[in-house]
């Protein structure tokens, strides 16, 4: 089994700042790709950004210039920090990690999801 758990949401007023945290555990060899995804009400869950184990980022073009990923290999977390947030930035942010665990002799790969932290940008 494999667990995320993400902290670090609440309410914050428009142009401040937030850091998200989520950290993995369980039944990990190494994570590959970690990564944030947010959901507003009524709308899909979406890509904020992503991260590869070497460091290589990817972000949604909203968030490139306010958001910053990143990730502690030794500690098998990843943060996003969020910085001039907007209402509408306002979703359930999402962990996902695509990890490589023991299964039996063998190894698996597998993607995985936190249960999502709020964020709420308002005055």
């Known amino acids: 089994q494999v667990q995320l758990v993400e902290s670090g949401g609440g309410l914050v007023q428009p142009g401040g700042s937030l850091t998200l945290s989520c950290a993995a555990s369980?039944?990990?060899?190494?994570?590959?790709?970690m990564g944030w995804y947010c959901q507003a009400p009524g709308k899909q869950r979406e890509l904020v950004a992503t991260i590869a184990s070497g460091g290589t980022t990817n972000y949604a073009e909203s968030a490139k210039g306010r958001f910053t990923i990143s990730r502690d290999n030794a500690k098998n977390t990843v943060y996003l920090q969020m910085n001039s947030l907007k209402p509408e930035d306002t979703a359930v942010y999402y962990c996902?990690?695509?990890?490589?665990?023991?299964?039996?002799?063998?190894?698996?790969?597998?993607?995985?999801w936190g249960r999502g932290t709020q964020v709420t940008v308002s005055s």
């Open positions: 996902n990690a695509d990890v490589i665990s023991y299964s039996g002799s063998d190894t698996l790969l597998s993607s995985h």
């Open positions: 369980g039944n990990i060899i190494r994570i590959s790709d």
